[in-house]
């Protein structure tokens, strides 16, 4: 038989041992208790001060049919949802282009020059025009870039620099048809060119409005990076309105209000399209940030509504329509010293330091110390916003300005003016084809120079001089063809008696020597 262990002995007979062993047993029990309520006291008080002062807190309860204010008007989200990028894509590749050009030739009587690369001098190498581009023209090279079919007929939307200083121009499209290309016209100012081919009824993309573009938004670029097929690649809109200074060396007048992405581009992908899930144009891809010269994260598109107002007055004009508000301001750019200077506000609108006492807003009742804040109701808080809403409108429209003034808020109707200061439409002329600013040389000068007079070109951009020549700012023009000229109206004079070739002859003040510079001008 198995012995029973004592512990679990149970006395149940009246013999004194057993009373014995109930008076032991109950002192055992009571004994057990004690400690027992002891130890659950002790339990209770270090739970209690893990609780309070180590464990970390449970998880939050929310409340999901109060919304916070930041997901204001999110109210068509639908858990679970995806995108699909087949629809835009299957729009967009048909209507995208590869753009090959040659450049330089071998025969011609003009210099070789090097060429600064437009698009790496943001600090330093950081931004490409990934265009892949000649930095010489001493022969003949080629290069090769992206473009947009915007309408049946084949207008093609492309980057300035794609088409820059190109002899030929050839377009291949995405079945593999190919055509030579003819040069409409060019706005170094926006880098943005527009080119057609001979042939009806292409596939071509719907404009979009950048102004709805949001942040956030998914977006595809499409393009022919690296000199491969049609390449289409999804990212999101990271940041609008950014002002880079790419444009800046080809105009005194740049415009520049980027839609900044992370869809990945390369080299090729230049003047290529950016469009939203609904299959519309929203930008023409034109840089990337890169310290290498291959993608490194962000690229940056020309917003469409500027490529309609450039294209359109290309067509209509021959020439874009440049408006200006006759103000200065101070940039987004600016050193912090300076906005401490100028007790500049963040957020507010766009800080006027000088009103011009002949530009559009001379009579308009703004003043040095305001804050513009609206142009025709579309907000704006920096610069390149409001850079990118007057590129919208050309000399005489007239806009509503709205303006901050020590917190209260006025509104103002403003007349556009062209850079000359008047509200004309203008001409595309000789001296826009030459790329060049003209201004007469005064007679104080002309005196201190020892001339009769003449014509000084105060800044070379994007044009024929600075394609076919060595000429640098400053040069002073004394002769054009062999006929003195004293003025900007005597210049342009001689340039219509000779259309298709120039000579201009001048010098470098403090050098001694006449420099002549011969120029093809194009048919």
Known sequence: MAEIPSSLLICMGTHENCKNNKKYTIMNIKQTLTVVLISAATTTVAMFGYDSFIRKPGPIQQNIGKLPASYAGFNNNIPGATVDFQPASQAAVPAVVHITTTIGNQASNNLPKTRRNPFSDFFGEDFEDFFGGPQTRNMPQRSSGSGVIISEDGYI?????????????????????QYKAKLIGTDPSSDLALIKIEQKGLNFLLYG?????????????????????????????????????????????????????????????????????????????SAIASPTGAYAGYSYAIPVNIVKKIVNDLLQYGTVQRAYLGISYLPETAPESEKTKQ?????????????????????????????ITKINGVKVTTGSEMVEQVAGYKPGDKITVHYLRNGKEYSTSVSLKNKSGSYDIVKNTMSDKLGATLQTLNAQ?????????????????????????????GFVVLKVNGTDIKSVEEFEAAMGKSPKRLMLEGFYPGYDGIYQYPIEMAE
């Open 209 to 285: 409005n950048s102004d709805q573009v949001k942040l956030g938004q998914w977006v595809l670029a499409v393009g022919y990076p690296l000199n491969l097929e049609t390449t289409v690649t999804a990212g999101i809109v990271s940041a609008k309105a950014r002002s880079l200074g790419l444009n800046a060396s080809k105009s005194n007048s740049p415009i520049e209000s980027f839609i900044q992405t992370d869809a990945a581009v390369n080299r090729g992908n230049s003047g290529g399209a950016l469009v939203n899930t609904n299959g519309e144009l929203v930008g023409i891809v």
């Open 157 to 177: 939307v492309t980057n300035n620099h794609v088409i820059e200083e190109a002899n030929e121009i050839n377009v291949t499209l995405n079945n593999k048809k």
């Open 445 to 473: 000068k002309a005196k201190e120079y020892g001339v009769k007079g003449g014509v000084l070109i105060t800044k070379i951009s994007s044009g024929l001089i600075d394609e076919q020549t060595r000429m640098r700012d």
């Open 343 to 371: 007790n500049y506000k963040e957020g507010i609108g766009v800080l006027v330091l000088d009103v011009s006492k002949d530009g559009a807003m001379s009579n308009s009742g703004i003043q040095n110390g305001d804050y």
